[in-house]
Nanobody, 126 residues
Framework: QVRLVESGGGLVQAGGSLRVSCAAS????????MGWFRQAPGRERAFVAY????????YYRDSVKGRVTISRDNAKNTLYLQMNSLKPEDTGVYYC???????????????????WGQGTQVTVSS
């Protein structure tokens, strides 16, 4: 049984930092490409960041570049998202996702990921 369990969300003031984690089980974690997505109230789920299996290639949405770092520890089957200089518009439920994408698949496309966590709430107050 595949499980992705996010943790580390919470309430933080604008300008603050937060690290969310995603613990994976039931998959060979290092084979899977991982993504972070977020869903703000009343909005669709949106791509935040991507990392490939070995952790050597990353990709970010423009609005978080320079403030957010995705990383993974394959020995611990854990994915991370370090978020700095947080803004109120970063508020939302953050989901991790796992998938084995095919050549040509867009890492931004949530439909290309096979497994999802339940999400963790991040709230940034102004």
């Amino acid at each position: 049984q595949v499980r992705l369990v996010e943790s580390g969300g919470g309430l933080v003031q604008a300008g603050g930092s937060l690290r969310v984690s995603c613990a994976a089980s039931g998959i060979t974690f290092s084979r899977y490409e991982m993504g972070w997505f977020r869903q703000a109230p009343g909005r669709e789920r949106a791509f935040v960041a991507y990392i490939n299996g070995p952790g050597k290639r990353t990709y970010y949405r423009d609005s978080v570049k320079g403030r957010v770092t995705i990383s993974r520890d394959n020995a611990k089957n854990t994915l991370y998202l370090q978020m700095n200089s947080l803004k109120p518009e970063d508020t939302g439920v953050y989901y991790c996702a796992a998938g084995i994408l095919r050549a040509g698949d867009s890492v931004l496309n949530s439909n290309k990921y096979d497994y999802w966590g339940q999400g963790t709430q991040v709230t940034v107050s102004s």
